[in-house]
């Protein structure tokens, strides 16, 4: 591979590293032609960009990026796959449900929201990771609770009131 080829390569990486809030490192190798096929498939409908990359490359982008990505150098060993989403927690989704069936892909770091998750051993726990959408929902569902109370309260109220008042009318 020429230098400028190598260079183009490590540009785009750090790019689209550089842009991305999420992503992943994981080991698809000894995975045959027809099963890649099936995980770049479901990546594909999953809005999952999965690169494939040399461990050397990818050192180097990461070496040029914004962040200190220090931690992640040790994991760049055998075959080493990239995947970039908008979603903290779809690709460890993705991996988990493909490994239902599969032995790989083995998640060997991910880079979630400026955290960094090393080791296969945190899948659950990234898979776990609530979007910021859920978060707001929540947020939102917690905040509707207490008026939720006050107006069923009020409601619930409103005709013990009126038992009273017609109670009270009737006694004089």
Same mark, same amino acid.
């Given at each position: 591979? +020429?230098? $400028?080829?190598?260079?183009?390569?490590?540009?785009?990486?750090?790019?689209?590293?550089?842009?991305?809030?999420?992503? %992943?490192?994981?080991?698809?190798?000894?995975?045959?032609? /027809?099963?890649? =096929? !099936? @995980? *770049?498939?479901?990546?594909?409908? *999953?809005?999952?960009? @999965?690169?494939?990359? +040399?461990?050397?490359?990818?050192?180097?982008?990461?070496?040029?990026?914004? $962040?200190?990505? &220090? /931690?992640?150098?040790?994991?760049?060993?055998?075959?080493?796959?990239?995947?970039?989403? &908008?979603?903290?927690?779809?690709?460890?989704?993705?991996?988990? /449900?493909? *490994? *239902?069936?599969?032995?790989?892909?083995? #998640?060997?770091?991910? %880079?979630? $929201?400026?955290?960094? %998750?090393?080791?296969?051993? !945190?899948?659950?726990?990234?898979?776990?990771?609530?979007?910021?959408?859920?978060?707001?929902?929540?947020?939102?569902?917690? @905040?509707?609770?207490?008026?939720?109370?006050? #107006?069923?309260?009020?409601?619930?109220?409103?005709?013990? #009131?009126?038992?009273?008042?017609?109670?009270? =009318?009737?006694?004089?």
């Amino acid at each position: 591979m +020429k230098r $400028e080829d190598k260079d183009k390569i490590i540009n785009g990486l750090t790019e689209s590293i550089n842009n991305s809030k999420h992503f %992943y490192l994981a080991d698809i190798s000894n995975l045959n032609a /027809e099963v890649t =096929s !099936q @995980l *770049r498939r479901k990546c594909f409908e *999953r809005d999952i960009r @999965l690169v494939v990359v +040399k461990n050397t490359l990818l050192r180097k982008a990461l070496e040029k990026c914004s $962040e200190n990505f &220090e /931690e992640l150098y040790d994991t760049l060993k055998n075959s080493t796959s990239i995947m970039f989403s &908008e979603s903290s927690s779809l690709p460890a989704k993705l991996i988990k /449900e493909f *490994r *239902r069936t599969n032995d790989k892909p083995v #998640l060997k770091a991910a %880079y979630v $929201e400026e955290s960094i %998750y090393i080791g296969d051993n !945190q899948l659950d726990a990234l898979a776990s990771i609530k979007t910021k959408e859920e978060l707001i929902g929540d947020v939102i569902a917690l @905040l509707q609770s207490p008026a939720r109370n006050v #107006l069923s309260a009020l409601q619930s109220g409103k005709t013990k #009131l009126a038992g009273i008042v017609k109670t009270l =009318s009737e006694k004089e």
